[in-house]
């Protein structure tokens, strides 16, 4: 088995502005794609990646304001304010 080289990445923490508020965010460069892996501490279900770091936290913004919607729409279901069915959509078919 060949050696596998270890790259230590630096961690950047930082503070990403949204609609919902500001979030801690952390940025961890990405040797093998290039570019800056976002983590969110606080939203586990938030990551995402940037080609550099202003792109990067742009990213983030996107994915942590997806995430808040993603809530909200999920407590409304469960408090029957709204429901969500299957979509109506037009298949096209060719012969």
């Not at 965010?25 to 606080?42: A, F, N, T």
């Not at 994915?63 to 037009?90: F, H, L, W, Y």
Request: aromatic share 6%; hydrophobic share 40%; with cysteine.
């Amino acid at each position: 088995m060949k050696n596998i080289k270890r790259v230590k990445t630096k961690k950047i923490k930082t503070e990403v502005g949204t609609s919902y508020g500001k979030f801690d965010v952390v940025l961890e460069r990405e040797p093998d794609m290039g570019g800056y892996l976002v983590s969110v501490p606080k939203r586990a279900d938030v990551i995402s990646w940037g080609k550099n770091l202003s792109h990067a936290k742009l990213m983030a913004k996107d994915a942590i304001e997806c995430s808040v919607i993603g809530d909200v729409i999920v407590a409304a279901q469960k408090a029957n304010a709204i429901t969500i069915g299957p979509r109506k959509q037009k298949v096209n078919t060719w012969a």
